[in-house]
């Protein structure tokens, strides 16, 4: 089949006839007004010859008059990739010998710099696309443009975006010309510009029906003629929005928090990580108290803040409470939220009933009394600390019985079951260490800024992430005659070797025998850890042997920035004192006591990951024996999978491949995801979008001071650890970070994020080592580019490039 009439095309022919002319004819099936035309499938592009008799003939029944040629590839107008602009059309084309050369030409695009570029971008497999093209009867506009059924710059799932302008629709999409802007909602306007009212009115009824029919917000091409005739050119979905959070059945809007970058996660979670994440981070934050359901957003976690923001004694300290972990720009689309009148106070203080009371009551006497017995004595809440770590990690061994797949998930669950009893020893002194670094600035108020404070925190003891970090350093630093070896090959390479047991003994081993249950993205149990796959530590390694300069080393950083502190924290203590001597003495306590206990916030996760890394362990080995019987194609398939799925599977033989297949298809697409909003309405739209802009300087990259210094150099922009090459004097420039990436700081001459709060942990081990970093710099990847020259002012939270 060479020609088909685009009345004839289903949505199911995407591989006969591309994603464009599929769109086309379903809008066609759906009653739409189109333009009459014809398809030259896939199948003519793939013998490289253009059926001339049969495009003749199909030009001829369109009456042989003008016609717009355009492309419509196998991998076009998908729900992930538009090819907006990527390949050909041509317009007006008259005659059979213009038609067969538009033809070609379209063909030809499919090649073009653009759109392989695009295909780069998007993970499409250059030799899976096909190029089919359309041919349709030449529509003579005197108005044309787009639609977009919800806002594609906030998100706004209500509210509908119309741009057009006088003539053909490709000045709009071009860019070529001014247009007019309309934002269609439930306001009725008055007539200005390009659009009649009526107009107007039409082309929001158009989306309502398209948007019902395909199921999502739909970019729709259409022109209006001299008759006044709606006619449809095109109808794909607005690849760009992030995805709207599940219906609520519930009236008044609800506002969501971002969860994940609390712990560096900007990737989409596998279901299986959603699965169990959701129930530990909600019954954490019960533990303290606070009641948030946890939703999945895009395969992202989070949280529905919107009882807390309607309770009239919660929404007073909520912005305040975000600090610690969210940073500032949570507390702006917050403050923000809180001023939205529908989110104003609701009658009276949310009610609890008497057992949450009690609990409440309990939580909050064990919390006084961990964390006065901290601050009291903190050797002795260290050394219970570090006894319920080990024990932890004993208790997480499963026991050598389990035998069958059923045996293993019956571990798996009664392990997301258990109440760990001593889990205080844990939680209270981390508690008491962060009260003991937040209460200092107000008391020191007028006596020291926020700078001199980091500075205090600064080679802060006691952290297990900086901990790992030096032992790894301590492994290069005796590579001896391997060095070399470990330059030379690349790391994924080397991780393999060292699998196989063919790599030469480097202490490797012996450093994953203690740290190998840690990795990128690590609470997510669907992630392998660093012992399964250690390609990023073998990157890490490399990146230190380039350190050549041992006054740069990171054990020797760590050391002066330690040594700095101390001197800092006397002179500090004792100003305050002078200035203010009741004060200055619970400051200089507070501080003392911070620099014993900050540290161990990294030691709670440390210990967290115990439990996780053996039940990922069983759920593979149940992965593999599902496999082995045919119901799963690959072991980690497991991982697409939730609990109570497993559960089927395992003892009733469902078969959930295809969901499998389907989950992965969107986690591929959600890990190209670049940017993941802060905080989102239960409508889709993203708080930063609408909060004022603010004014643009001379190019000066704004954001929050988190590691004091200053420092020029080639910026690093990393969107994967396992592959980063950072050179000494780098700037690192991520989207955010998490313990697995602070290997990379050990290079690395200051850090630059997109989100994180001061006391996050890109922040924290940034100040160990003495380096500046800059966070909550939006668009920070995109706006930076590798090897560009950048101060980054750690004190003013500026990035400035040359």
């Not at 070609?104 to 073009?112: F, P, T």
């Not at 529509?139 to 594609?152: E, H, Q």
């Not at 306007?189 to 039409?202: I, K, V, Y």
Request: glycine letters at 10%.
């Amino acid at each position: 089949m060479h020609v088909i009439a685009l009345s004839e095309v289903t949505a199911a022919m995407t591989a006969v006839v591309g994603g464009k002319a599929a769109g086309l004819g379903e809008l066609i099936r759906h009653g739409e007004q189109v333009p009459d035309g014809f398809c030259v499938t896939t199948e003519a592009h793939g013998l490289g010859v253009v059926p001339t008799a049969e495009v003749v003939a199909a030009y001829q029944r369109l009456g042989a008059g003008p016609v717009a040629v355009r492309s419509s590839a196998t991998a076009e107008d998908l729900p992930d990739a538009s090819f907006a602009g990527q390949q050909d059309t041509v317009l007006n084309v008259t005659g059979t010998a213009e038609l067969i050369a538009a033809i070609e030409k379209c063909w030809a695009s499919l090649h073009g710099d653009r759109a392989t570029a695009y295909r780069d971008a998007h993970g499409i497999d250059h030799r899976t696309v096909l190029m089919a093209v359309v041919v349709q009867r030449m529509v003579t506009p005197t108005v044309a443009g787009v639609l977009f059924t919800a806002n594609p710059l906030t998100g706004h799932r209500d509210e509908m975006a119309v741009d057009a302008a006088a003539g053909l629709g490709t000045t709009v999409v071009d860019g070529a010309t001014a247009v007019d802007h309309y934002l269609l909602d439930d306001v009725t306007r008055d007539e200005a510009g390009c659009l009649t009212a009526a107009q107007l009115a039409r082309l929001r009824a158009t989306g309502e029906r398209l948007q019902a029919h395909f199921g999502c917000p739909q970019d729709v091409e259409w022109a209006i003629d001299a008759d006044d005739v709606l006619w449809l050119l095109q109808s794909r979905p607005i690849t760009s929005l992030f995805p709207a959070p599940p219906p609520s059945g519930k009236p008044l809007p609800r506002v969501y928090l971002e969860f994940g970058h609390v712990q560096g996660m900007r990737q989409p979670v596998t279901p299986m990580g959603m699965s169990t994440l959701r129930a530990q981070i909600a019954a954490m934050l019960a533990a303290l108290g606070v009641r948030v359901e946890i939703v999945d957003i895009g395969g992202r976690l989070y949280g529905d803040l919107t009882d807390l923001a309607r309770d009239r004694s919660s929404r007073k300290r909520l912005v305040r409470l975000l600090a610690v972990d969210f940073g500032p720009r949570a507390q702006a689309a917050m403050r923000h939220v809180l001023a939205d009148p529908r989110f104003a106070p609701t009658g009276g203080r949310t009610t609890r009933g008497p057992a949450q009371g009690a609990a409440s009551l309990r939580t909050a006497g064990r919390a006084v009394v961990g964390i006065l017995r901290a601050l009291a004595r903190p050797e002795a809440a260290r050394m219970r600390m570090f006894e319920a770590i080990e024990q932890l990690r004993v208790r997480s061994a499963a026991p050598a019985d389990l035998r069958t797949a059923a045996d293993r998930l019956r571990f798996v669950q009664a392990t997301e079951a258990d109440a760990d009893d001593s889990a205080d020893a844990i939680m209270w002194p981390i508690v008491a260490g962060m009260l003991a670094t937040a209460l200092p600035t107000a008391l020191l108020k007028g006596v020291a800024g926020p700078d001199e404070i980091h500075a205090v925190l600064g080679g802060m003891p006691h952290n297990v992430t900086i901990e790992m970090d030096l032992a790894l350093w301590r492994l290069a630093q005796g590579a001896g005659e391997h060095r070399q070896l470990l330059l030379d090959t690349p790391p994924a390479e080397l991780a393999a070797r060292h699998l196989r047991g063919t790599l030469p003994d480097i202490g490797m081993t012996a450093f994953l025998d203690v740290y190998g249950h840690r990795g990128i993205a690590e609470v997510d149990l669907g992630v392998p850890r660093w012992a399964e796959d250690p390609t990023p530590v073998f990157a890490a390694v490399a990146n230190y042997l380039r350190v050549t300069d041992p006054r740069q080393g990171p054990d020797r950083r760590f050391q002066r920035a330690s040594a700095a502190a101390e001197a800092a924290l006397a002179e500090l203590v004792g100003r305050a004192r002078r200035r203010r001597p009741v004060r200055g003495s619970i400051a200089g306590f507070l501080l003392r006591r911070a620099r014993s206990l900050a540290g161990l916030r990294e030691a709670g996760k440390f210990a967290g990951l115990y439990p996780l890394r053996e039940t990922r362990r069983q759920l593979l080995l149940i992965g593999a024996d599902l496999h082995g019987s045919g119901l799963l194609d690959q072991p980690d398939d497991i991982m697409f999978l939730t609990l109570d799925e497993v559960h089927t599977l395992v003892h009733q033989g469902v078969d959930l491949r295809g969901t499998v297949t389907a989950r992965r298809a969107v986690h591929r697409r959600e890990l190209r995801r670049r940017r993941v909003p802060v905080a989102l309405l239960s409508d889709g739209t993203d708080v930063e979008t609408v909060l004022p802009a603010a004014p643009s300087g001379d190019g000066t990259l704004v954001g929050v001071g988190a590691s004091a210094g200053r420092v020029t150099g080639p910026a690093r922009v990393v969107h994967d650890p396992a592959t980063a090459h950072v050179e000494p004097g780098d700037v690192l420039v991520a989207a955010t970070t998490d313990p697995g990436w602070t290997p990379l700081f050990l290079t690395a001459a200051a850090l630059v994020t997109e989100t994180g709060a001061i006391m996050a942990h890109g922040p924290t081990v940034a100040r160990e080592y003495g380096i500046p970093a800059v966070i909550c710099v939006p668009d920070a990847t995109r706006t930076i580019s590798t090897g560009q020259l950048v101060t980054v002012d750690g004190g003013a939270g500026t990035v400035t490039p040359h």
